[in-house]
């Protein structure tokens, strides 16, 4: 193997066990954490249900935004006064919106944009694809041959070649 090879294999490794290692890192920092067990274990529960509004396609708990530790801690505060982890998740959605939710509720807003949207789209492609069909079907009709220029292919195809001549 060649060095230049050999240095790509490396360099491969070195960025495979990087990423590898970043997946688990969270970013709740240890004086964010509640101190008994059970609290902290329903602040995680809940925190993960929780999109930050920075990053988007994290949960709080992964996101090293200042917006999301402000939720996580917002979070742990609304525990520590005693609150079910369904008032606590209603409280952040009349805040917030169900954009804050990773996994929004099946409501009749998301069922129309996620049931009946997918099949209005396809259904308005295939129409569309049928329209075209039809266009490119008709136009290529439309572009036959006029009877003068059907006469002229027909007499060019009756002459006669010579041989050794191209026709």
């Known amino acids: 193997m060649t060095p230049r090879g050999r240095r790509v294999r490396v360099s491969a490794a070195v960025v495979l066990a990087l990423a590898l290692s970043a997946g688990g890192a969270f970013a709740v920092n240890p004086g964010e954490q509640l101190p ?11 925190s993960a249900e929780l999109r930050c509004m920075v990053c988007q396609n994290q949960s709080i708990d992964d996101s090293d935004a200042p917006l999301a530790k402000d939720l996580r801690l917002l979070v742990r505060e609304r525990i520590k006064a005693g609150d079910s982890d369904r008032q606590v998740l209603s409280f952040l959605t009349d805040r917030y919106g169900e954009f804050v939710l990773l996994r929004p509720r099946l409501r ?11 099949a209005i789209l396809v259904l308005g492609l295939a129409g569309y694809a049928f329209w075209a069909f039809r266009v490119r079907r008709r136009s290529a009709a439309a572009q036959g041959l006029t009877e003068e220029e059907r006469a002229r292919v027909e007499a060019l195809l009756d002459r006669d070649v010579e041989p050794g001549r191209p026709g």
């Not at 009749?108 to 997918?118: I, Q, R």
């Open 36 to 46: 008994d067990p059970a609290q902290e274990a329903r602040a995680r529960e809940i």
């Open 108 to 118: 009749g807003e998301t069922l129309l944009l996620w049931g009946f949207a997918p």
